[in-house]
């Protein structure tokens, strides 16, 4: 098996929700995502008043999926979350 590529997608709660970007990572989101073939694992960090979720994936591709579910709206989404940015890292 290869070593997938990591996925680091940053967010952070919008202001006053932290509760809910919380309960919508932790019970729907994150559940969701795993359940996608070719999810690996997940992780989230916390910095301050900012998170890293790391995404081990099989292939760039799956990446994409993710994405591509996210914008048609089979992954739910929350009002409680601003996206901050996401980097895909491929091994050398």
């Known amino acids: 098996m290869s070593e997938g590529v990591l996925w680091l997608v940053r967010s952070a709660p919008a202001a006053g929700r932290e509760a809910g970007y919380h309960r919508w990572y932790d019970e ?3 559940p969701e995502v795993l ?13 301050g008043d900012e998170f890293l979720a790391v995404y081990v994936l099989d292939s760039p591709e799956v990446a994409a999926e993710v994405g591509r579910r996210m914008r048609s709206g ?3 989404g929350s009002d409680a979350v601003e996206p901050r940015g996401s980097e895909l890292w491929t091994p050398r």
Not at 35 to 47: F, K, M, N, Q, T
């Open 28 to 30: 729907v989101h994150l």
């Open 35 to 47: 359940a996608i073939p070719g999810v690996r694992s997940a992780r989230r960090y916390e910095s």
């Open 74 to 76: 089979e992954l739910a």
